[in-house]
């Protein structure tokens, strides 16, 4: 019962630290780092539902061959992977959105003077 709760926490954990640091930088201000919050914490998220899904999977498959139904293994993966995608798509969709709507870094390179 812990297991899948211990997963789902250090991949949460470690998906959020991965975005925040691999993600490239928005402007300063409230609006931007709330966008970074979100889209972290819903990158965390994805990364918690796959390794929770991945677990799922692997635990039924070994379920099934214990119990010598080795025909019914394709199909668990197929519906888990079928499942995984279906769960993280919205999410990932919804991050990629916060992320993009998010306001750009101020680069300098369009003034009023250079216009």
Same mark, same amino acid.
């Given at each position: /019962?812990?297991?899948?709760?211990?997963?789902? %926490?250090?991949?949460?954990?470690?998906?959020?630290?991965?975005?925040?640091?691999? %993600?490239?930088? =928005?402007?300063?201000?409230?609006?931007?780092?709330?966008?970074? !919050?979100?889209?972290?914490? =819903?990158?965390? /998220? !994805?990364?918690?539902?796959?390794? !929770?899904?991945?677990?799922?999977?692997?635990?039924?498959?070994?379920?099934?061959?214990?119990?010598?139904?080795?025909?019914?293994?394709?199909?668990?993966?197929?519906?888990?992977? /079928?499942?995984?995608?279906?769960?993280?798509?919205?999410?990932?969709? =919804?991050?990629?959105?916060?992320? =993009?709507?998010?306001?750009?870094?101020?680069?300098?390179?369009?003034?009023?003077?250079?216009?």
């Amino acid at each position: /019962m812990a297991v899948p709760i211990l997963i789902c %926490l250090v991949a949460f954990v470690l998906g959020t630290v991965l975005t925040a640091r691999w %993600l490239p930088d =928005l402007a300063e201000g409230r609006v931007a780092g709330i966008a970074l !919050v979100v889209t972290c914490g =819903l990158a965390g /998220m !994805v990364l918690a539902l796959v390794a !929770v899904h991945v677990y799922e999977i692997r635990r039924q498959v070994t379920g099934a061959g214990s119990l010598g139904v080795t025909t019914a293994k394709p199909d668990i993966v197929a519906n888990g992977i /079928m499942t995984l995608l279906r769960d993280i798509g919205p999410i990932l969709g =919804l991050a990629a959105a916060v992320y =993009l709507l998010a306001p750009a870094p101020d680069d300098g390179l369009h003034t009023a003077e250079s216009e």
